[in-house]
């Protein structure tokens, strides 16, 4: 993918390349003239050291290996999985380049699995179009066409991150799973992109006048679309989840885990119950909202309307997720509803304009919201913290007249984070104090 770069082979396909449909293994990508080199290549229209960053920065590339470290064999011990984690399929699926179907697997496939999260986990398999798509005149539509997955649409490379970030029928993390010690699923694209890190151009803006550079505000729109994403792909795997009649219901881990999950104390030092159970039953452990916590205060500003429905129709799914014997069918048709709602919101949040003054504002209503979004767990905290420091980035990046006070609001911001590390310590009014601070500072 050298472009301008890279010498054509005359047959017009790598010795790597197959049968369309196979994967070939990450190392048919690690060629200096194509993905591997250690640096930027100057006047390519790609960067040409991709592979060079997978493989020493980004944690995709060890993904396979924790499979074998302590908690690996420990997990797989707990879940009775007799090869160990490193073989099996359930833990396969999301920590390496897992190819069950020895068909789709080209001749130079080799053991990739050992390769952890490699090109063609995201990049779809490569031997319809990995020759071709060096050629000067070869345009990205026909590499789609011929397998590549369309990581340039922002909707599909959320959705692509979000099938193990979020997970789906095939690829999930369950309560029994946490129960063995997997970490809960958190995600948020922008940051996630960020600390990969990105090995690709973002970009650019153009003014007439000013030097090119980077957008400082494609982050904003990373962290819109994939806030969409994210809820849309977790209220479709909880409708699956609640179909499958064969399966424990509820999944625990549908629900928030410090709700359980916290020191216990004497009632008159109990913030939670001087609190009460607004909304529910006492005992019974609430839905865990925390993909919907920042989200619905993006689609509020986007469009007050929607964001009505969307509230009024999850308030319905939330009721019958946080009951003990919720009606399956119910949570099925309501989790359904609003998946769609998510669903149609997305491509807007595409399109939508992004400036500063959204961004301060953004900012602002998440900060102020510190009472709901606290209130919803340690899941919804996290997402607002991450959200938080994305927008502040992108906002202090897009003036060069920096905030008076941008490193006391910086600080505020990274003050969140210790509280939102350790789930079973979760204090809410902490979190919430902390958050009226940072709102204190934007004002």
Same mark, same amino acid.
């Given at each position: 993918?050298?472009?301008?770069?890279?010498?054509?082979?005359?047959?017009?396909?790598?010795?790597?390349?197959?049968?369309?449909?196979?994967?070939?293994?990450?190392?048919?990508?690690?060629?200096?003239?194509?993905?591997?080199?250690?640096?930027?290549?100057?006047?390519?229209?790609?960067?040409?050291?991709?592979?060079?960053?997978?493989?020493?920065?980004?944690?995709?590339?060890?993904?396979?290996?924790?499979?074998? =470290?302590? !908690?690996?064999?420990?997990?797989?011990?707990?879940?009775?999985?007799?090869?160990?984690?490193?073989?099996?399929?359930?833990? !396969?699926?999301?920590?390496?380049?897992?190819?069950?179907?020895?068909?789709?697997?080209?001749?130079?496939?080799?053991?990739?699995?050992?390769?952890?999260?490699?090109?063609?986990?995201?990049?779809?398999?490569?031997?319809?179009?990995?020759?071709?798509?060096?050629?000067?005149?070869?345009?990205?539509?026909? +590499?789609?066409?011929?397998?590549?997955?369309?990581?340039?649409? $922002?909707?599909?490379?959320?959705?692509?991150?979000?099938?193990?970030?979020?997970?789906?029928?095939? /690829?999930?993390?369950?309560?029994?799973?946490?129960?063995?010690?997997?970490?809960?699923?958190? %995600?948020?694209?922008?940051?996630?992109?960020?600390?990969?890190?990105?090995?690709?151009?973002?970009?650019?803006?153009?003014?007439?006048?000013?030097p090119e550079r980077k957008d400082p505000l494609y982050g904003v729109r990373d962290l819109a679309v994939g806030q969409a994403v994210?809820?849309?792909?977790?209220?479709?795997?909880?409708?699956?989840?609640?179909?499958?009649?064969?399966? &424990?219901?509820?999944?625990?881990?549908?629900l928030q885990c410090s709700a359980c999950h916290h020191s216990l104390t004497n009632p008159e030092n109990s913030w939670r119950q /001087?609190?009460?159970?607004?909304?529910?039953?006492?005992?019974?452990?609430?839905?865990?909202?925390?993909?919907?916590?920042?989200?619905? *205060?993006?689609?509020?500003?986007?469009?007050?309307?929607?964001?009505?429905? $969307?509230?009024?129709?999850? /308030?319905?799914?939330? =009721?019958?997720?946080?009951?003990?014997?919720?009606?399956?069918?119910?949570?099925?048709?309501?989790?359904?509803?609003?998946?769609?709602?998510?669903?149609?919101?997305?491509?807007?949040?595409?399109?939508? +304009?992004?400036?500063?003054?959204?961004? !301060?504002?953004? !900012?602002?209503?998440?900060?102020?919201?510190?009472?709901? *979004?606290?209130?919803?767990?340690?899941?919804?905290?996290?997402?607002?913290t991450m959200a938080l420091q994305s927008l502040f980035t992108a906002y202090n990046n897009t003036s060069d007249t920096k905030p008076?006070?941008?490193?006391?609001?910086?600080?505020? *911001?990274?003050? &969140? %984070?210790?509280?939102?590390?350790?789930?079973?310590?979760?204090?809410?009014?902490? %979190?919430?104090?902390?958050?009226?601070?940072?709102?204190?500072? $934007?004002?």
């Amino acid at each position: 993918m050298a472009g301008e770069t890279r010498p054509q082979n005359p047959a017009g396909r790598t010795a790597a390349a197959g049968v369309p449909g196979q994967y070939n293994g990450p190392g048919s990508c690690s060629s200096t003239s194509c993905h591997g080199s250690l640096t930027p290549v100057n006047g390519s229209r790609i960067l040409q050291n991709e592979f060079s960053t997978w493989v020493a920065k980004d944690k995709h590339s060890k993904a396979y290996r924790v499979l074998t =470290e302590d !908690l690996g064999v420990q997990m797989a011990r707990i879940l009775h999985l007799d090869k160990g984690a490193e073989n099996s399929p359930k833990c !396969l699926a999301c920590h390496a380049l897992y190819v069950a179907d020895e068909k789709k697997r080209a001749k130079t496939f080799g053991q990739s699995e050992q390769e952890g999260v490699s090109c063609e986990s995201c990049h779809g398999p490569a031997a319809g179009w990995l020759g071709e798509h060096t050629a000067r005149d070869w345009p990205h539509d026909r +590499s789609v066409a011929a397998g590549m997955y369309d990581t340039r649409d $922002l909707i599909k490379r959320a959705e692509k991150c979000l099938s193990c970030h979020v997970g789906s029928q095939e /690829k999930f993390v369950d309560h029994e799973m946490i129960a063995a010690g997997h970490p809960d699923l958190l %995600f948020e694209l922008d940051t996630f992109s960020t600390v990969m890190p990105r090995h690709w151009k973002e970009p650019r803006e153009k003014t007439p006048g000013v030097p090119e550079r980077k957008d400082p505000l494609y982050g904003v729109r990373d962290l819109a679309v994939g806030q969409a994403v994210q809820l849309q792909s977790a209220l479709r795997r909880l409708a699956d989840r609640a179909r499958d009649k064969g399966k &424990l219901w509820p999944e625990y881990s549908e629900l928030q885990c410090s709700a359980c999950h916290h020191s216990l104390t004497n009632p008159e030092n109990s913030w939670r119950q /001087k609190r009460g159970y607004p909304g529910g039953r006492p005992g019974d452990p609430p839905w865990n909202a925390a993909r919907y916590a920042v989200f619905r *205060i993006l689609v509020r500003e986007a469009d007050p309307q929607a964001e009505e429905r $969307l509230t009024t129709d999850l /308030k319905r799914l939330s =009721e019958l997720m946080s009951r003990v014997n919720s009606d399956r069918d119910a949570v099925v048709a309501a989790a359904g509803n609003c998946a769609g709602l998510a669903e149609n919101l997305a491509p807007r949040m595409v399109t939508w +304009s992004y400036d500063r003054p959204r961004t !301060l504002r953004l !900012l602002q209503q998440i900060s102020a919201d510190a009472d709901f *979004i606290a209130a919803q767990g340690e899941g919804a905290a996290a997402q607002a913290t991450m959200a938080l420091q994305s927008l502040f980035t992108a906002y202090n990046n897009t003036s060069d007249t920096k905030p008076g006070n941008a490193q006391e609001l910086r600080e505020a *911001i990274r003050g &969140l %984070f210790p509280l939102v590390e350790n789930p079973s310590a979760y204090d809410e009014r902490q %979190f919430a104090v902390q958050m009226r601070k940072v709102n204190s500072l $934007l004002r």
